[in-house]
């Protein structure tokens, strides 16, 4: 009974919290659904686990997360805002009470979640649904905007996750994972699905999940190479030249759509980013949309209090009191606040201290370390290749509860073999 009601779980978390969103135009707090189903998530995960109590095991791994736990609380009990480092700010909401469920949806994953072949429908119906979505908001005719004449942003690719860069985020993941299964597999579904996901990342415009898919996609050449295998190396060239037909039908699409002008002007931007920087020798603050300006603030936070930060969730409020200045300057080169690092290692160092973020790397390296048969295994391949894509966009971008919780869900699978071996591809 306990692990059926694990596997309802993380059947929401997988299925209900990429969806589970409020029109980001219309309400500033479009997280606050997912907040309430992912805290009702992880008390029910927490009730079940202690009722499982003496049972429950705990690996070199799994104890490296708990001194991770036990240092989220001591920088929460001794945080510049408890309160916020408790429930999470604005409508970011990752305080303690979220890092919190996202260990329990770690550990369920690892130790209980069962396999079935709906996960696999399930996933893809999602996957596509928000592909669709996304897309159709970059071509500007998403329905929902012009049957209720909601005002958007013109060719911007949220899809259900209110911001584009998250809407990267998760598609970092997910375009690994089709390609991978394609190259082993020769079904073309899988060739149209690695398409679809690759067209709404570009939508996305998300520069820092385009590096995550690069060089996810160096590991899986790798993989090919080391494999040897002709039948992969045709289906790697599929993917190759029709990721390069996407790319060109969307960069030289008719003035008509407008995706056109908004993937030009991206490229021109990072164009200009490139030759400011090679110009100046250095790179300037409003580099890569402002993030240079914040990850210099980032580090000089570090220094007031580089043991335990200021809590979970506080970088607005320790830029604010500490750098009022540089936060004012960031603030004016991106447009907008800088409640976040933009980078989740810098986040992790300014809000839960050096020991915190050492011991984040730490957990991290361990679970990949162990995955010593990546380039002979395809089912460690699929999970590593996601995984790595996140954690390579992550240096660029920020954490957000919509898609957070499943890159952690796929730390704990990764590791959970009875799961994998379930999988055929």
Same mark, same amino acid.
């Given at each position: 009974?306990?692990?059926?009601?694990?596997?309802?779980?993380?059947?929401?978390?997988?299925?209900?919290?990429?969806?589970?969103?409020?029109?980001?135009?219309?309400?500033?707090?479009?997280?606050?659904?997912?907040?309430?189903?992912?805290?009702?998530?992880?008390?029910?995960?927490?009730?079940?686990?202690?009722?499982?109590?003496?049972?429950?095991?705990?690996?070199?791994?799994?104890?490296?997360?708990?001194?991770?736990?036990?240092?989220?609380?001591?920088?929460?009990?001794?945080?510049?805002?408890?309160?916020?480092?408790?429930?999470?700010?604005?409508?970011?909401?990752?305080?303690?009470?979220?890092?919190?469920?996202?260990?329990?949806?770690?550990?369920?994953?690892?130790?209980?979640?069962?396999?079935?072949?709906?996960?696999?429908?399930?996933?893809?119906?999602?996957?596509?649904?928000?592909?669709?979505?996304?897309?159709?908001?970059?071509? &500007?005719?998403?329905?929902?905007?012009?049957?209720?004449?909601?005002?958007?942003?013109?060719?911007?690719?949220?899809?259900?996750?209110?911001?584009?860069?998250?809407?990267?985020?998760?598609?970092?993941?997910?375009?690994?994972?089709?390609?991978?299964?394609?190259? &082993?597999?020769?079904?073309?579904?899988?060739?149209?699905?690695?398409?679809?996901?690759?067209?709404?990342?570009?939508?996305?415009?998300?520069?820092?999940?385009?590096?995550?898919?690069?060089?996810?996609?160096?590991?899986?050449?790798?993989?090919?190479?080391? &494999?040897?295998?002709?039948?992969?190396?045709?289906?790697?060239?599929?993917?190759?030249?029709?990721?390069?037909?996407?790319?060109?039908?969307?960069?030289?699409?008719?003035?008509?759509?407008?995706?056109?002008?908004?993937?030009?002007?991206?490229?021109?931007?990072?164009?200009?980013?490139?030759?400011?920087?090679?110009?100046?020798?250095?790179?300037?603050?409003?580099?890569?949309?402002?993030?240079?300006?914040?990850?210099?603030?980032?580090?000089?936070?570090?220094?007031?209090?580089?043991?335990?930060?200021?809590?979970?969730?506080?970088?607005?409020?320790?830029?604010?009191?500490?750098?009022?200045?540089?936060?004012? &300057?960031?603030?004016?080169?991106?447009?907008?606040?800088?409640?976040?690092?933009?980078?989740?290692?810098?986040?992790?160092?300014?809000?839960?201290?050096?020991?915190?973020?050492?011991?984040?790397?730490?957990?991290?390296?361990?679970?990949?370390?162990?995955?010593?048969?990546?380039?002979?295994?395809?089912?460690?391949?699929?999970?590593?290749?996601?995984?790595?894509?996140?954690?390579?966009?992550?240096?660029?971008?920020?954490?957000?509860?919509?898609?957070?919780?499943?890159?952690?869900?796929?730390?704990?699978?990764?590791?959970?073999?009875?799961?994998?071996?379930?999988?055929?591809?």
């Amino acid at each position: 009974m306990t692990n059926t009601i694990f596997n309802k779980v993380l059947y929401i978390i997988m299925f209900i919290v990429p969806v589970a969103t409020l029109p980001a135009d219309i309400f500033p707090l479009y997280n606050i659904v997912r907040y309430v189903i992912l805290l009702g998530c992880g008390i029910t995960l927490f009730i079940a686990l202690f009722k499982k109590r003496n049972e429950l095991k705990f690996d070199k791994i799994d104890k490296t997360l708990l001194v991770l736990l036990v240092i989220l609380f001591i920088s929460t009990i001794f945080s510049i805002k408890p309160f916020v480092s408790i429930i999470g700010t604005g409508n970011r909401l990752e305080g303690l009470l979220m890092f919190c469920v996202y260990i329990l949806t770690y550990y369920t994953a690892k130790y209980y979640f069962e396999y079935n072949e709906k996960i696999r429908k399930y996933s893809i119906f999602i996957i596509v649904f928000v592909c669709i979505i996304g897309i159709l908001q970059y071509y &500007n005719i998403f329905p929902i905007y012009h049957i209720f004449n909601i005002k958007h942003l013109s060719s911007y690719s949220t899809s259900t996750f209110g911001n584009s860069n998250f809407f990267g985020s998760f598609l970092s993941m997910v375009v690994p994972i089709f390609m991978a299964i394609y190259i &082993n597999n020769s079904k073309k579904r899988y060739l149209f699905f690695s398409g679809l996901t690759f067209l709404a990342l570009i939508a996305s415009l998300a520069r820092s999940a385009w590096v995550g898919l690069a060089v996810a996609s160096i590991i899986g050449l790798i993989y090919v190479v080391k &494999n040897a295998n002709k039948y992969m190396y045709i289906r790697t060239l599929h993917i190759i030249c029709l990721f390069i037909v996407i790319f060109a039908f969307i960069y030289k699409s008719p003035e008509i759509f407008s995706m056109s002008n908004k993937l030009n002007s991206k490229i021109f931007q990072t164009g200009t980013d490139i030759y400011q920087t090679i110009e100046n020798g250095e790179l300037i603050d409003t580099t890569g949309s402002g993030r240079i300006g914040i990850w210099k603030m980032a580090i000089k936070l570090i220094s007031f209090n580089p043991l335990i930060g200021f809590g979970p969730d506080t970088f607005a409020y320790a830029g604010a009191y500490y750098l009022p200045q540089d936060m004012y &300057n960031c603030c004016k080169a991106s447009g907008v606040i800088a409640d976040k690092a933009h980078n989740e290692y810098l986040q992790y160092a300014v809000t839960i201290g050096i020991p915190g973020l050492f011991v984040y790397l730490l957990f991290i390296y361990k679970i990949l370390e162990k995955q010593k048969d990546i380039f002979t295994n395809k089912i460690t391949l699929l999970f590593s290749v996601a995984i790595i894509a996140y954690l390579v966009q992550a240096f660029f971008n920020i954490s957000t509860i919509g898609v957070a919780p499943i890159f952690w869900l796929l730390l704990g699978l990764i590791q959970n073999d009875k799961f994998k071996s379930k999988i055929k591809i």
